[in-house]
């Protein structure tokens, strides 16, 4: 499928996702701005002509770094049509084994940047008329597991932020997808993983056995990396791209039997909920969308996102 022509913004561009996503729309005749922490490492990715990439170095726990490389990008290329945040990692081991500091570089990196990499592309975007979030989560934004606690804290953190954020802008003609992937071979588990200090305490327990495999390298992993970067580069370009895009049939599965036992103990408590409500004066219990929680999804006269 050939994408029209667009300007596009990746974060985390260096390896994994990031880079495969930035070779798929190289391939498909994009412009693409694309960021790194060393963007020496996005130089083999030059096009020939030299003109259909423009790349620059970003921090994304550094707010005054993301604002000025967006403006660069916007005023070198024009205009920013699609924003892919990407850039994050995996901090692996018991929740009561991270440091402070790592727990505080695990939200800068995936929670606040993209938060931060948000509010500094909406003006353009607004500006503009219209144009797309893509937020690469992960499954494990969908369903916690052990070993991955903070981890999946900053996955689940994102998906609150950027479902909240789509109802805000949809009337700006601004579209938002949250992507979650399943297990790939994207060196995640490699050279982006950060493991907690081992604690005896939790010897032989599930998170002690997730440390082991990602320290040894044995994470089996299900998803084809170029078949992703390309799913997300076709649904990023329809007309009405929905909120929430599962890649992998692990992703599937995971989130589906999450969803399908939270909804089951949600009814459970029914009776519970309803008994907590304020008595109402014929009897009944009136029940209305919390103040500022309409579905702005509908409103009438709201634009079509890009």
């Known amino acids: 499928m ?13 390896a994994g996702l990031g880079r495969a996503l930035v070779t798929e729309l190289l391939a498909r005749g994009q412009t693409v701005a694309a960021t790194a922490r060393d963007p020496r490492a996005l130089a083999d990715l030059r096009p020939s002509s030299g003109e259909a990439l423009w790349t620059a170095r970003l921090d994304v726990t550094d707010p005054e770094q993301i604002r000025q490389v967006v403006d660069d990008a916007a005023r070198a290329l ?4 699609v924003v892919i945040s990407n850039a994050g990692y995996a901090l692996v081991g018991a929740a009561e084994e991270a440091g402070h500091d790592q727990i505080d570089r695990q939200i800068r990196t995936n929670l606040t940047g993209p938060i931060h990499l948000a509010q500094a592309v909406l003006p353009h975007l607004r500006a503009q008329g219209g144009g797309r979030i893509i ?7 969908q369903r916690g597991s052990p070993g991955t606690a903070v981890y999946c804290a900053t996955k689940w953190g994102v998906e609150g932020f950027f479902e909240s954020l789509a109802a805000e802008v949809k009337g700006f003609g601004i579209g938002v997808t949250i992507v979650e ?8 588990f490699g050279r982006s993983k950060e493991l ?3 604690s005896p305490a939790y010897a032989g327990t599930p998170a002690a056995i997730l440390r082991r495999r990602a320290e040894d390298g044995r994470l089996s992993c299900r998803g084809d990396l170029a078949k992703m970067a390309g799913a997300v580069v076709d649904v990023a370009t329809r007309p009405r791209a929905p909120l929430r895009l599962a890649l992998g049939s692990d992703a599937y599965g995971l989130i589906r039997r999450g969803l399908t036992a939270r909804l089951a103990e949600l009814e459970d408590q029914k009776q519970i909920a309803f008994s907590t409500d304020l008595p109402s004066g014929d ?8 103040e ?3 579905d702005a999804h509908h ?8």
Not at 135 to 141: H, K, P, R, V
Not at 181 to 188: L, N, Q
Request: a positive charge; hydrophobic letters at 30%; aromatic letters at 4%.
């Open 2 to 14: 050939t994408a029209p022509a667009r300007t596009w913004l990746v974060t985390g561009s260096a």
């Open 78 to 81: 024009g205009r920013i049509d």
């Open 135 to 141: 937020q690469i989560s992960s499954m494990a934004g």
């Open 181 to 188: 992937p399943g297990t790939v071979s994207t060196g995640f």
């Open 196 to 198: 907690t200090t081992a």
């Open 283 to 290: 009897g009944s219990t009136p029940h209305r969308a919390a």
């Open 292 to 294: 500022g929680n309409e």
């Open 299 to 306: 409103r009438p006269g709201a634009r079509q996102p890009r």
